[in-house]
């Protein structure tokens, strides 16, 4: 999707994105990263972090959220995590201006152009991150949850991901109101369309249907109160009467074209009902492509990840510099979604200027990247255990899975390491001649077994076949 008419006067005006760090990996030497793609003044930058398990990327996408805390709150130290990552230096700019973060004993330095500068003087990124792994890579900043720290309930963070901190699953019903709860008739028609959007690609329609009951201890008149806000009466909302209980149903329309209508819908009342336990019970049901409805629960955890991410994302209150953090954002996502991760983030941000930083194991979000604002960072570690960091020169738009594999993630073969160890170990048996008759039998006889599995333009099964042919013969 291209810029808007709008858009055109502010593209060159203004530019942000991270420029170098300098940190130390599980208390090592210290290493450089250079975020060194060409200034153009480009609404968003991408940099993917890949690497083999266990070297750093989360901690390291963890510990920048730490420093850009630590410097916004810098006249009352704070003492800094002990992360498997620890950086020591960090660099970006904003607009013309270079602006630096450097930890010291005494605190987190501040600098702007090379020179020592007081808080009043730096500008700061709002900070986004996300984390779609098992255990939660970010802290938290919803007041409302007991795992939630003072110190990250910053204007400039926001955490968006799926779960809480404690590793403990929070409600999705709660995960799903704090971004709807932003949701009104003043937001642009560009973002309703981009809502609409994010539920029609999960393969669901823009209309939900939220029942509740109220709490035992509710007064009537603050059942009314809560109805009339909810607007039952006026929307003939239907009440589903139950034993002695009477379950209220309230549909909410998302489409783009109903945005006239998103502020009788008063999401947000809905969101401090819930905060404040006047409901007994609330639900949701999300309307399907074929026309039903299914619990909001039941939709599966790719889906709900995306849909949750994208609505945060659309749905930012915040200033015009965005700096995205990802941990892993292809979790539970089926191929052809990990295809288009990137392209939606771009979409969703293209009224700000932001760096995305995503640590990912996805080949598919390396081939994705776009062309001139990105690049694609390898952090590894020695045969010393000492980390490194490589830069891939090329860019890898377009790049195929095979290609991606063999050149960035450097594996030799996509398929079955077992089979590719087994067929060279083989052929080294063979023609070391330390293989006797029968063993070499029975590997033909399995070999031959797995080749009838493989397509006919398979290399492998033309090697199988060829030393099946030369050995017979």
Same mark, same amino acid.
């Given at each position: 999707?291209?810029?808007?008419?709008s858009d055109a006067s502010n593209l060159f005006d203004t530019?942000?994105?991270?420029?170098?760090?300098?940190?130390?990996?599980?208390?090592?030497?210290?290493?450089?990263?250079?975020?060194?793609?060409?200034?153009?003044?480009?609404?968003?930058?991408?940099?993917?972090?890949?690497?083999?398990?266990?070297?750093?990327?989360?901690?390291?996408?963890?510990?920048?959220?730490?420093?850009?805390?630590?410097?916004?709150?810098?006249?009352?130290?704070?003492?800094?995590?002990?992360?498997?990552?620890?950086?020591?230096?960090?660099?970006?700019?904003?607009?013309?201006?270079?602006?630096?973060?450097?930890?010291?004993?005494?605190?987190?330095?501040?600098?702007?152009?090379?020179?020592?500068?007081?808080?009043?003087?730096?500008?700061?990124?709002?900070?986004?991150?996300?984390s779609m792994g098992l255990f939660d890579k970010f802290p938290?900043?919803?007041?409302?949850?007991?795992?939630?720290?003072?110190?990250?309930?910053?204007?400039?963070?926001?955490?968006?991901?799926?779960?809480? @901190?404690? /590793?403990? +699953?929070?409600?999705?019903?709660?995960?799903?109101? #704090?971004?709807? !709860? *932003?949701?009104?008739?003043? $937001?642009?028609?560009?973002?309703?369309?981009?809502?609409?959007?994010?539920?029609?690609?999960?393969?669901?329609?823009?209309?939900?249907?939220?029942?509740?009951?109220?709490?035992?201890?509710?007064?009537?008149?603050?059942?009314?109160?809560?109805?009339?806000?909810?607007?039952?009466?006026?929307?003939?909302?239907?009440?589903?009467?139950?034993?002695?209980?009477?379950?209220?149903?309230?549909?909410?329309?998302?489409?783009?074209?109903?945005?006239?209508?998103?502020? @009788?819908? /008063?999401? +947000?009342?809905?969101?401090?009902?819930?905060?404040? #336990?006047?409901? !007994? *019970?609330?639900?949701?049901? $999300?309307?399907?492509?074929?026309?039903?409805?299914?619990?909001?629960?039941?939709?599966?955890?790719?889906?709900?990840?995306?849909?949750?991410?994208?609505?945060?994302?659309?749905?930012?209150?915040?200033?015009?510099?965005?700096?995205?953090?990802?941990?892993?954002?292809?979790?539970?996502?089926?191929?052809?979604?990990?295809?288009?991760?990137?392209?939606?983030?771009?979409e969703a941000l293209n009224q700000y200027h932001s760096h995305?930083?995503?640590?990912?194991?996805?080949?598919?979000?390396?081939?994705?990247?776009?062309?001139?604002?990105?690049?694609?960072?390898?952090?590894?570690?020695?045969?010393?255990?000492?980390?490194?960091?490589?830069?891939?020169?090329?860019?890898?738009?377009?790049?195929?899975?095979?290609?991606?594999?063999?050149?960035?993630?450097?594996?030799?073969?996509?398929?079955?390491?077992?089979?590719?160890?087994?067929?060279?170990?083989?052929?080294?048996?063979?023609?070391?001649?330390?293989?006797?008759?029968?063993?070499?039998?029975?590997?033909?006889?399995?070999?031959?077994?797995?080749?009838?599995?493989?397509?006919?333009?398979?290399?492998?099964?033309?090697?199988?076949?060829?030393?099946?042919?030369?050995?017979?013969?």
């Open positions: 999707m291209g810029f808007e008419e530019d942000f994105k991270l420029l170098k760090i300098k940190a130390s990996f599980m208390g090592r030497d210290f290493v450089d990263i250079d975020f060194n793609m060409p200034t153009n003044n480009e609404r968003c930058y991408h940099s993917l972090l890949i690497g083999p398990n266990g070297v750093g990327k989360s901690s390291l996408l963890r510990d920048i959220i730490d420093i850009f805390i630590e410097a916004q709150s810098w006249s009352r130290y704070l003492r800094p995590r002990k992360n498997a990552v620890q950086i020591k230096y960090l660099e970006y700019q904003i607009n013309e201006n270079v602006y630096a973060l450097e930890r010291s004993k005494n605190g987190c330095l501040l600098f702007k152009n090379n020179k020592s500068v007081e808080y009043d003087d730096m500008e700061f990124p709002m900070i986004i991150a996300s938290t900043n919803n007041s409302n949850s007991i795992s939630s720290s003072s110190r990250y309930n910053h204007k400039n963070y926001c955490y968006v991901g799926p779960k809480a @901190s404690s /590793n403990m +699953f929070m409600s999705k019903m709660n995960i799903l109101l #704090r971004p709807l !709860s *932003k949701i009104n008739s003043s $937001i642009s028609i560009k973002d309703a369309k981009y809502i609409e959007n994010a539920f029609r690609h999960i393969g669901y329609e823009p209309i939900l249907l939220f029942e509740y009951d109220f709490s035992q201890s509710l007064s009537k008149v603050d059942k009314r109160l809560v109805n009339k806000t909810l607007n039952v009466d006026s929307l003939e909302l239907e009440k589903i009467e139950t034993g002695n209980k009477c379950i209220y149903q309230t549909p909410m329309n998302l489409s783009a074209y109903n945005i006239e209508n998103f502020d @009788s819908y /008063n999401i +947000f009342q809905l969101y401090t009902y819930r905060q404040n #336990r006047m409901f !007994s *019970k609330l639900k949701c049901k $999300i309307k399907t492509s074929d026309g039903t409805f299914i619990d909001f629960d039941d939709i599966s955890s790719g889906e709900f990840n995306l849909l949750i991410m994208m609505l945060n994302i659309i749905l930012l209150d915040s200033p015009n510099h965005l700096l995205v953090l990802l941990d892993e954002p292809e979790i539970s996502q089926h191929p052809n979604w990990q295809i288009d991760i990137v392209g939606m983030l771009d995305i930083i995503t640590a990912t194991h996805s080949h598919f979000l390396v081939s994705n990247l776009p062309l001139g604002r990105s690049e694609v960072i390898d952090i590894d570690k020695d045969k010393n255990g000492n980390v490194t960091i490589e830069k891939i020169l090329q860019s890898t738009y377009g790049w195929s899975s095979e290609e991606v594999l063999l050149k960035v993630f450097k594996m030799a073969t996509d398929r079955s390491k077992y089979l590719a160890e087994l067929v060279g170990e083989f052929l080294q048996a063979l023609g070391s001649d330390t293989i006797t008759i029968d063993e070499v039998k029975n590997k033909l006889s399995f070999l031959q077994q797995v080749s009838t599995n493989l397509s006919e333009v398979d290399p492998m099964k033309k090697v199988i076949n060829s030393i099946v042919k030369e050995f017979n013969s």
